[in-house]
């Protein structure tokens, strides 16, 4: 079990299949934790499920209500943050000749900007207390590109490059900026994918098989820890070998 213990940690999309996991695997860890989202009945699930967890409802893409927002989240947390998860994203699908503009901004402001903002702010407490950690969830379409998917490709990649530009900024303030790059994780979305487009996906896995929302959690849990203390500026992928073999196609 990785120790964090008395860690203080702030999660983003805290409400969905790999929010709930990463607050588990966080909880058995000892971490302080700050769950939000903007599903108000499943905040209520994670506080009635772990009585430990703090739980705030924020809807990231209120930018001018971010610097609050942290204000908030500091207090909570006894003024020491020692780490963001930024977890939280949408999508909004669709073939680029046909995108409307609300698709592709949404998912830029949402995605990439609302990260930038909030990670910006904290950021500002982390050099208070002179060591932090921010680690942000990607994915592999960030790397490889997807067919109805240039908004959300876009968004993904352009945090992983955000990313490395934080890490050299604040590296040596002893902050570390870090990104985790998932494939395909099993959830109530690829339940509902037919078993003849579930093989064909699994065939264009190395591992051939879909990822656990544990196997996400337990990267971040690293990142996270002191386990990570010289790692800054870098994507680990949890997708099976997915990226690697989407290239060899």
């Not at 959300?152 to 490395?164: F, Q």
């Not at 934080?166 to 690829?190: H, Q, R």
Request: aromatic letters at 6%; a positive charge.
């Amino acid at each position: 079990m990785i120790d964090l213990k008395n860690l203080n940690i702030i999660v983003t999309g805290s409400t969905g299949v790999i929010g709930n996991s990463i607050l588990e695997k966080l909880v058995l860890g000892g971490s302080n934790i700050l769950a939000t989202g903007t599903n108000e009945e499943k905040l209520k699930e994670i506080k009635n499920k772990y009585e430990k967890i703090n739980t705030l409802k924020f809807d990231i893409s209120d930018h001018k209500k971010i610097e609050e927002f942290v204000e908030k989240c500091n207090s909570i947390l006894s003024n020491k943050i020692d780490v963001l998860i930024n977890n939280a994203g949408i999508t909004k699908d669709n073939l680029s000749i046909r995108m409307k503009e609300e698709e592709w901004k949404k998912v830029i402001d949402i995605n990439l900007s609302s990260t930038f903002f909030l990670t910006k702010n904290v950021i500002k407490k982390m050099l208070k207390t002179k060591k932090g950690k921010i680690v942000n969830v990607t994915s592999v379409v960030g790397h490889s590109g997807n067919i109805g998917q240039a908004n959300y490709a876009a968004s993904k990649a352009g945090i992983i490059a955000m990313s490395k530009s934080l890490a050299l900024e604040y590296g040596k303030k002893n902050i570390t900026v870090n990104c985790v790059s998932p494939g395909f994780i099993m959830s109530d979305m690829t339940d509902k994918i037919s078993k003849d487009h579930t093989e064909l996906l699994k065939s264009r896995i190395s591992l051939n098989k879909f990822g656990n929302p544990e196997d996400v959690a337990n990267t971040i849990a690293f990142l996270c820890s002191d386990l990570s203390d010289y790692i800054t500026g870098e994507t680990i992928h949890v997708n099976g070998g997915m990226y690697f073999s989407w290239q060899n196609l």
